[in-house]
């Protein structure tokens, strides 16, 4: 069973730039969450999507990051524009259905560099 | 803001037990307990996920006492390829808070 792909694994940009990160979930997987994680830090959420719907972005900086789930499957997590301190990794992963607890799990995520 | 406190690192031998502990003071009713392993530019692996008292699965034990208020993470006979970066996970429905996590390095 393939896991979940998340592209691109790496990416450079300037400071200012757009950019945009993509995920395909676990087939079948319902929910999928977007985290941001930190050098030497844990993950924290950004969002977390139930099937199309977002039901917990409250730690998305709106100002500047915007997702989708389109159908209810794959998801773009974009920036504009981007900040140096949005240098970070970006870790999708899916889970069955978040309301019977499921394990999630994790694809490899983007790391991205904002000079 | 809930937090969930972690030592920072940790070192071990090969073939010892070692148990890494998890503060998270704010858990809420509905909060489970996950634990993950993640490696260098891996995600998060899932190990084990409990609520109360004792879970054992085939890699892990986990330990919670009664008032929920911790976790310990015990990992039987370590081996070299269980140096990684261990975390532990809060939440549930309605938040999802991991803990600032501990590296554990095993020796030969």
């Known amino acids: 069973e393939a896991g979940v792909v998340q592209s691109p694994r790496y990416k450079i940009i300037e400071k200012k730039q757009p950019v945009a990160f993509w995920c395909n979930p676990i087939?079948?997987?319902?929910?999928l969450y977007w985290y941001l994680q930190n050098l030497g830090q844990g993950p924290e959420l950004l969002i977390r999507y139930e099937n199309e719907e977002a039901v917990d972005d409250s730690q998305l900086p709106k100002d500047r990051f915007s997702a989708e789930r389109l159908k209810g499957v794959d998801s773009t997590l974009k920036i504009q524009p981007a900040e140096l301190g949005d240098s970070a990794v970006y870790l999708c992963a899916s889970s069955l259905d978040r309301r019977t607890q499921e394990t999630q799990y994790f694809g490899p995520g983007t790391r991205l560099l904002v000079l | 803001l809930a937090k969930t406190t972690q030592p920072i690192s940790m070192d071990s031998y090969e073939g010892q037990e070692v148990n890494i502990t998890c503060s998270h003071n704010n858990i809420a009713t509905n909060d489970y307990i996950t634990w993950y392993q993640q490696f260098p530019s891996q995600g998060p692996r899932f190990i084990i996920q409990?609520?109360?008292t004792k879970v054992t699965n085939e890699v892990a034990s986990l330990f919670i006492p009664a008032d929920r208020k911790s976790s310990t993470l015990s990992l039987p006979r370590v081996s070299l390829s269980d140096t990684a970066v261990y975390y532990c996970l809060v939440g549930g429905r309605d938040k999802l808070i991991f803990g600032t996590g501990t590296r554990l390095q095993v020796f030969p």
């Open positions: 087939s079948g997987h319902n929910t």
């Open positions: 409990g609520y109360k």
